[in-house]
């Protein structure tokens, strides 16, 4: 067992690239992801899970087929199963994801985005 | 489905109850909670599941029965299942916990902190 705390700052801190979420930890079957996002996303649905972001700097903007919303440091917001949508980011943005281990980051498509294996950091 | 963003502190704002886990999400069959806690929680083991903390303000205390460990805002921990621990907080710490479901906050063990019906805030 593993006694240090996890200093989500810190683990940002580890790397640069954009739209290559890691690992920072797990709790049963379910990832803690972080990842930096600037620019867009391609459109995506999970249809076997839900979906949980929370920004930790920067304007995330969700995209849906009828509407845009717009998440800053310290809001969260659930994209249910089945629902597709993208994101977006004017400046870099920083999030920290909670899903399914099996989740692939760009669902039912593969695209020059998709990450098959996380990197734990 | 909702689009409003959840706003973290917001929601700890709704509340002022200590040891009194309320709901403000849910992916899956996944809650996430939030909690002010100051004092001494009960000693407990979950064994059926892992138990994530962030603490969102404050400094709380992990008590492991050969060790303390203290977190601070932006941090995080995992404490695997099977493991017996306690919450301490000298001052009120406000904290995110991801968990499935059928967690019940003290675990094993039934106590006067024991919330069985957990309020959606």
Redesign the interface.
Known sequence: ???Q?????GKFALFTEQWSPKV?????D?L?KIGKLQGDFVWHTHEE????F?VNKGVLRLD?RD?Q???SK?????V??G?EHKTHADDECEIIM???ETTLNTGNVTDDKTVENLEWI
């Not at 899970?49 to 949980?52: H, K, M, P, S």
Request: charged fraction near 20%.
């Open positions: 067992m593993n006694f705390p996890i200093d989500i700052d920072i930890g797990k709790i049963n379910y803690v899970t839900d979906e949980l929370i849906f509407r919303v717009f998440l310290g809001q969260m917001f659930f249910p199963k629902v909670f899903e399914p």
